[in-house]
């Protein structure tokens, strides 16, 4: 643990964590991973991530502890239990009250929490719980209990009005002069020395119980923790104890009782109340504060240096005569340090050198003088007070050589400057004049064997340059650039390595060979530094070790025996990036005080402290989500010793995924916790990514449109100092779509075998529709064989039908000829008769012969019933329906109302006889007939539109 400087500090306010304020307990699991008691639950912490675990009650959490088993117990108001992950790896809360007595359920908060003997101790200050093998038995005395604590794995506890107990089985005992404590508040019992115990009380400061008895330790010190209200503490290492107070923030102290470190509000604190600390596997400090959590990095051997964060970026700094000064962007800094001890140093604060505000550039001792190179000229420093010894710009760099020893020549934004002194300037440096025949700006230049001077310019290339012997003058130079061996003229720098000069350029070293006057790769430089990154500055010290700037880091070369060299990167790799570039400075002031400037001011140093920095860390898969518009969470990233997190029945470690979740998003962090920033991940998805990804800062990957298969998604971290940790792994499945699942290939098979199964059905069908179809088809063909013959069987039929038709046409149209023939002469006989009736009428009244009237008579009579004989009609009916095909006989059944008169004019009219011809035969007038017409006509419901006769021909 350093004394000088600060430690980094990092802060967490509630923002960033989403919890209450207050943090009453730390504890770290086995894998890494940071558990708080917080106000509003269980914060856990991976280095990236916050995630909260309420309470049931939704009660402030005050204690925590981790098992051998790695499980997290947890203690609230009227409950305690412990954290376990369920199947999908998230932290789940699992409550142990229920195995108490409904009536032993009220016992308040649960202050403190150990592990002991095989079991788990819940302490509150009503009730004291023993937790084993799924048991809870109690512990009770008739006085409350205050604080409880486990020192070399014996439990004690404050009963108030009673004193400090031990517990001894199943009985609390009190310790021998433990009455002292009986109106005592402890706070905390640490072990010290041998069998020695540290007892801090809140109000009444500290004490020491060695077995036998309790005595009061460092008046001194206690008196300021009295006044500090000491609140919590825990030991460092076996030298060192932390102390967190309520007014003051935190104080570490040695065995001695010396404090080295106190770390409050005004050093990076975010609060002054300290409510628990805790120290982690990195021998870090974790302190709970009343209002956020701060991290400490106290085991590191850089610090912050010095408090005071408004002194600007770091150019220069230098310790001279008691004295460190510190050059920045704003001025000269400076206050009286010792780097023997840390007493005389106190708190004062660094103040301006008088006359030095604005930019320092540099800061060198020549000659016993210290030099100031500044933006406005050249300074001496005395003390903290500047005197301007010459005004030309930017003084950047001085040169002091032997040979000349009353001489020093400085560079300038605008060439080289010479100083002189002697007896008339008082032994001091005094400004000459300028140095003529030059005039480039001149910061980085080294004097070279033959007293010539080489300048490299950051934009131009590298100057060599001729002094005269009186070096005012410039009597000649030359210009070297890529024509002359360089692969680029920027960036070129200096420096002095082991007798030679050597240049640094961004692709590597070059060293100049002056029987060629050309610049050659510096071969063994860039094998020692490899050529990836290009080396900015070089410091040699006296020792023959090396500082180096390259990139973005600082390193150091350790001089062996040898003659080679041992490379160290890993103290600083920390301070990656922090440099100003172009900048970069070192100053070693002792072997155990290097300061190095910094964009924010500087960082102290201390080789003796001696860090691990290959300590083994994990990598966690923190979250796995499936990317869509409804995201969902499938793996939360919890982890246990206790039982393996299993989510499928096969027992292996992995989540089946259906086609449509085929985008997955990886979260992940590294339980790393001093500069995370600085954390490198690298990932592979095996089953998609040929090749591991580069090395990323990223905290997630995201992968989308996966195809089906089995994946294994990896993840490895690297930290600042190059060491890997273990990798993690997530097993996942995507499940093929639906129309590519087993289901859908048994479906597809059954399918298959069905149509195989109907294309054979088919083809039995076709062949045997083919069969029928031939069948069918000589059938048709038979048919309209058979169809043909009938047809000409039936065309012959029909021709001997039509004979025959056309006979009995013949013969029809003969017996209608004759049946006219007869009634024409039936109506000629009967005009005859009728023509010689009417004659006999006549003759009639001529006779006057009786006998002859009535012979005439006689014959008039047979003469009327010869005319009006049936017998004709009855001969003539039965011809005409021989001819008409029984016309009458139809017309008479379907038309019964029809009179013997209306058939012998329907069959006159059949026959198309006219009216007039009509009239004789029926022996009436042609009125008459017309009227039988009419009646006809409405017997048959004929309209006046359709012809009569048609309607006959047509029956």
């Given at each position: 643990?350093?004394?000088?400087?600060?430690?980094?500090?990092?802060?967490?306010?509630?923002?960033?964590?989403?919890?209450?304020?207050?943090?009453?307990?730390?504890?770290?699991?086995?894998?890494?991973?940071?558990?708080?008691?917080?106000?509003?639950?269980?914060?856990?912490?991976?280095?990236?991530?916050?995630?909260?675990?309420?309470?049931?009650?939704i009660?402030?959490?005050?204690?925590?502890?981790?098992?051998s088993?790695?499980?997290?117990?947890?203690?609230?108001?009227?409950?305690?239990?412990y954290?376990?992950?369920?199947?999908?790896?998230?932290?789940?809360?699992?409550?142990?009250?229920?195995?108490?007595?409904?009536?032993?359920?009220e016992?308040e908060?649960?202050?403190q929490?150990?592990?002991?003997?095989?079991?788990?101790?819940?302490?509150?200050?009503?009730?004291?719980?023993?937790?084993?093998?799924?048991?809870?038995?109690?512990?009770?005395?008739?006085?409350?209990?205050?604080?409880?604590?486990?020192?070399?794995?014996?439990?004690?506890?404050?009963?108030?009005?009673?004193?400090?107990?031990?517990?001894?089985?199943?009985s609390?005992?009190?310790?021998?002069?433990?009455?002292?404590?009986?109106?005592?508040?402890?706070v905390?019992?640490?072990?010290?020395?041998?069998n020695?115990?540290l007892?801090?009380?809140?109000?009444?400061?500290?004490f020491?119980?060695?077995?036998?008895?309790?005595?009061?330790?460092?008046?001194?010190l206690?008196?300021?923790?009295?006044?500090?209200?000491?609140?919590?503490?825990?030991?460092?290492?076996?030298?060192?104890?932390?102390f967190?107070?309520?007014?003051?923030?935190?104080?570490?102290?040695?065995?001695?009782?010396?404090?080295v470190?106190?770390?409050?509000?005004?050093?990076?604190?975010?609060?002054?109340?300290?409510?628990?600390?805790?120290?982690?596997?990195?021998?870090?400090?974790?302190?709970?504060?009343d209002?956020?959590?701060?991290?400490?990095?106290?085991?590191?051997?850089?610090s912050?240096?010095?408090?005071?964060?408004n002194?600007?970026?770091?150019?220069?700094?230098?310790?001279?005569?008691?004295?460190?000064?510190?050059?920045?962007?704003?001025g000269?800094?400076?206050?009286?340090?010792?780097?023997?001890?840390?007493a005389?140093?106190g708190?004062?604060?660094?103040?301006?050198?008088?006359?030095?505000?604005?930019?320092?550039?540099?800061?060198?001792?020549?000659?016993?003088?210290?030099?100031?190179?500044?933006?406005?000229?050249t300074?001496?420093?005395?003390?903290?007070?500047?005197?301007?010894?010459?005004?030309?710009?930017?003084?950047?760099?001085?040169?002091?050589?032997?040979?000349?020893p009353?001489?020093?020549?400085?560079?300038?934004?605008?060439?080289?400057?010479?100083?002189?002194?002697?007896?008339?300037t008082?032994?001091k440096w005094?400004?000459?004049?300028?140095?003529?025949?030059?005039?480039?700006?001149?910061?980085?230049?080294?004097?070279?064997?033959?007293?010539?001077i080489?300048?490299?310019?950051?934009?131009k290339?590298?100057?060599?340059?001729?002094?005269?012997e009186?070096?005012?003058?410039?009597?000649?130079?030359?210009?070297?650039?890529?024509?002359?061996?360089?692969?680029?003229n920027?960036?070129?720098?200096?420096?002095?390595?082991?007798?030679?000069?050597?240049?640094?350029?961004?692709?590597g070293?070059?060293?100049?060979?002056?029987?060629?006057?050309?610049?050659?790769?510096?071969?063994?430089?860039?094998?020692?530094?490899g050529?990836?990154?290009?080396?900015?500055?070089?410091?040699?010290?006296?020792?023959?070790?090396?500082?180096?700037?390259?990139?973005?880091?600082?390193?150091?070369?350790?001089?062996?025996?040898d003659?080679?060299y041992?490379?160290?990167?890993?103290?600083?790799a920390?301070l990656?990036?922090?440099?100003?570039?172009?900048?970069?400075?070192v100053?070693?002031?002792?072997?155990?005080?290097?300061?190095?400037?910094?964009?924010?001011?500087?960082v102290?140093?201390?080789p003796?402290?001696?860090?691990?920095?290959n300590?083994?860390?994990?990598?966690?898969?923190?979250?796995?989500?499936?990317?869509?518009?409804?995201?969902?969470?499938?793996?939360?990233?919890?982890?246990?010793?206790?039982?393996?997190?299993?989510?499928n029945?096969?027992?292996?470690?992995?989540?089946?995924?259906?086609?449509?979740?085929?985008?997955?998003?990886?979260?992940?962090?590294?339980?790393?916790?001093?500069n995370?920033?600085?954390?490198?991940?690298?990932?592979?998805?095996?089953?998609?990514?040929?090749?591991?990804?580069?090395?990323e800062?990223?905290?997630?990957?995201e992968?989308?449109?996966?195809?089906?298969?089995?994946?294994?998604?990896?993840?490895?971290?690297?930290?600042?100092?190059?060491?890997?940790?273990a990798?993690?792994?997530?097993?996942?499945?995507?499940?093929?779509?639906?129309?590519?699942?087993?289901v859908?290939?048994?479906?597809?098979?059954?399918?298959?075998?069905?149509?195989?199964?109907a294309?054979?059905?088919?083809?039995?069908?076709?062949?045997?529709?083919?069969?029928?179809?031939?069948?069918?088809?000589?059938?048709?063909?038979?048919?309209?064989?058979e169809?043909?013959f009938?047809?000409?069987?039936l065309?012959?039929?029909?021709?001997?039908?039509?004979?025959?038709?056309?006979?009995l046409?013949?013969?029809?149209?003969?017996?209608?000829r004759?049946?006219a023939?007869?009634?024409?002469?039936?109506?000629?006989k009967?005009?005859?008769?009728?023509?010689?009736?009417?004659?006999?009428?006549?003759a009639?009244?001529?006779?006057?012969?009786?006998?002859?009237?009535?012979?005439?008579?006689?014959?008039?009579?047979?003469?009327?019933?010869?005319?009006?004989?049936?017998?004709?009609?009855?001969?003539?009916?039965?011809?005409?329906?021989?001819v008409?095909?029984?016309?009458?006989?139809?017309?008479?059944?379907?038309?019964?109302?029809?009179?013997?008169k209306?058939?012998?004019?329907?069959?006159?009219?059949r026959?198309?006889?006219?009216?007039?011809?009509?009239?004789?035969?029926?022996?009436?007038?042609?009125?008459?007939?017309?009227?039988?017409?009419?009646?006809?006509?409405?017997?048959?419901?004929?309209?006046?539109?359709?012809?009569?006769?048609?309607?006959?021909?047509?029956?």
């Amino acid at each position: 643990m350093k004394s000088t400087g600060i430690p980094f500090i990092k802060n967490y306010h509630r923002s960033q964590y989403n919890g209450g304020t207050q943090n009453w307990d730390i504890v770290q699991a086995p894998n890494g991973l940071v558990y708080f008691a917080n106000n509003s639950g269980v914060l856990e912490f991976d280095g990236s991530n916050w995630r909260v675990i309420p309470m049931p009650n939704i009660s402030v959490v005050r204690s925590l502890a981790v098992d051998s088993t790695g499980r997290v117990f947890v203690g609230a108001y009227n409950e305690f239990g412990y954290l376990e992950p369920d199947h999908q790896g998230k932290l789940i809360y699992h409550s142990l009250v229920d195995l108490l007595p409904e009536m032993d359920r009220e016992f308040e908060e649960v202050w403190q929490i150990f592990p002991y003997k095989k079991g788990i101790l819940f302490h509150s200050f009503q009730k004291i719980f023993y937790y084993r093998d799924g048991l809870i038995s109690q512990i009770q005395d008739k006085n409350e209990f205050h604080f409880s604590f486990m020192v070399r794995d014996q439990f004690y506890v404050r009963e108030q009005k009673k004193g400090l107990c031990k517990l001894d089985g199943r009985s609390l005992d009190i310790l021998k002069g433990g009455e002292l404590f009986s109106d005592i508040e402890i706070v905390n019992m640490i072990p010290f020395s041998n069998n020695t115990i540290l007892i801090a009380t809140a109000l009444d400061g500290l004490f020491l119980y060695d077995g036998t008895q309790i005595s009061p330790w460092n008046k001194e010190l206690s008196q300021l923790f009295k006044s500090n209200q000491v609140y919590t503490g825990l030991a460092i290492g076996d030298s060192k104890f932390a102390f967190g107070t309520v007014r003051n923030g935190v104080y570490i102290i040695n065995k001695e009782g010396q404090i080295v470190q106190n770390i409050n509000t005004e050093k990076g604190l975010q609060n002054n109340t300290v409510l628990s600390l805790f120290l982690d596997k990195n021998e870090n400090l974790w302190m709970g504060l009343d209002n956020g959590i701060d991290y400490l990095e106290i085991s590191s051997p850089l610090s912050v240096f010095p408090k005071d964060k408004n002194l600007g970026a770091g150019y220069a700094s230098i310790y001279y005569k008691g004295y460190l000064y510190l050059g920045t962007n704003r001025g000269l800094f400076t206050r009286k340090y010792d780097f023997s001890g840390n007493a005389v140093n106190g708190e004062e604060e660094f103040k301006l050198v008088i006359n030095t505000s604005g930019q320092v550039w540099s800061l060198q001792v020549i000659d016993d003088e210290l030099i100031c190179g500044h933006n406005k000229g050249t300074f001496r420093i005395e003390k903290n007070t500047g005197e301007l010894i010459s005004n030309i710009a930017g003084g950047w760099k001085y040169l002091y050589k032997k040979e000349y020893p009353n001489k020093m020549i400085g560079g300038t934004y605008t060439g080289f400057t010479l100083f002189e002194k002697s007896a008339q300037t008082g032994n001091k440096w005094k400004f000459v004049k300028r140095v003529e025949g030059f005039n480039e700006s001149s910061r980085e230049i080294i004097w070279s064997d033959d007293n010539s001077i080489w300048m490299c310019h950051g934009y131009k290339g590298v100057y060599h340059l001729y002094l005269n012997e009186e070096l005012d003058k410039c009597t000649k130079f030359k210009f070297y650039g890529v024509e002359d061996g360089f692969h680029s003229n920027l960036g070129i720098d200096v420096s002095r390595l082991r007798g030679e000069n050597v240049f640094a350029g961004r692709d590597g070293f070059y060293k100049y060979v002056a029987e060629s006057d050309q610049f050659e790769i510096h071969q063994n430089l860039n094998n020692l530094f490899g050529t990836e990154e290009s080396v900015n500055k070089l410091y040699e010290q006296k020792n023959g070790d090396v500082w180096f700037f390259q990139g973005e880091n600082v390193g150091l070369l350790k001089s062996q025996v040898d003659n080679s060299y041992e490379m160290l990167k890993k103290p600083f790799a920390s301070l990656k990036s922090s440099f100003i570039v172009a900048f970069e400075n070192v100053n070693v002031i002792d072997k155990e005080n290097v300061l190095f400037g910094k964009e924010d001011g500087f960082v102290h140093y201390d080789p003796t402290v001696i860090k691990k920095y290959n300590e083994p860390f994990s990598v966690f898969i923190r979250e796995v989500r499936i990317s869509s518009s409804q995201d969902s969470i499938i793996y939360y990233g919890a982890y246990s010793n206790v039982k393996e997190i299993q989510f499928n029945a096969d027992g292996e470690n992995r989540i089946e995924l259906p086609y449509k979740s085929n985008a997955l998003r990886f979260k992940y962090a590294a339980s790393q916790y001093s500069n995370p920033e600085l954390i490198q991940y690298q990932c592979q998805l095996i089953g998609f990514d040929e090749t591991p990804s580069i090395w990323e800062n990223t905290l997630q990957k995201e992968y989308t449109n996966l195809p089906e298969g089995e994946y294994v998604f990896e993840v490895i971290s690297q930290n600042q100092y190059g060491l890997n940790s273990a990798k993690d792994q997530f097993h996942f499945t995507i499940l093929p779509p639906w129309y590519r699942s087993r289901v859908a290939f048994v479906i597809y098979t059954l399918l298959a075998l069905f149509c195989i199964y109907a294309i054979i059905i088919l083809i039995r069908i076709r062949i045997k529709y083919l069969q029928n179809h031939l069948k069918k088809k000589q059938e048709e063909e038979l048919k309209q064989k058979e169809q043909k013959f009938r047809e000409e069987a039936l065309i012959a039929e029909r021709e001997i039908v039509q004979l025959r038709n056309d006979k009995l046409r013949g013969e029809v149209e003969f017996k209608t000829r004759e049946l006219a023939g007869s009634t024409m002469n039936i109506i000629h006989k009967n005009e005859v008769l009728s023509y010689s009736v009417g004659e006999l009428k006549k003759a009639l009244k001529k006779i006057k012969d009786p006998t002859a009237l009535v012979q005439v008579r006689q014959l008039m009579k047979t003469i009327d019933a010869e005319f009006n004989s049936d017998q004709d009609w009855e001969q003539f009916e039965m011809h005409f329906d021989q001819v008409h095909e029984d016309f009458l006989k139809r017309l008479r059944a379907e038309y019964p109302q029809l009179t013997p008169k209306d058939l012998r004019i329907c069959a006159y009219l059949r026959m198309n006889l006219s009216t007039k011809e009509i009239a004789p035969l029926m022996n009436i007038s042609v009125r008459g007939v017309e009227i039988s017409r009419y009646r006809l006509r409405k017997k048959f419901n004929i309209t006046r539109d359709e012809n009569l006769i048609d309607f006959i021909l047509n029956v």
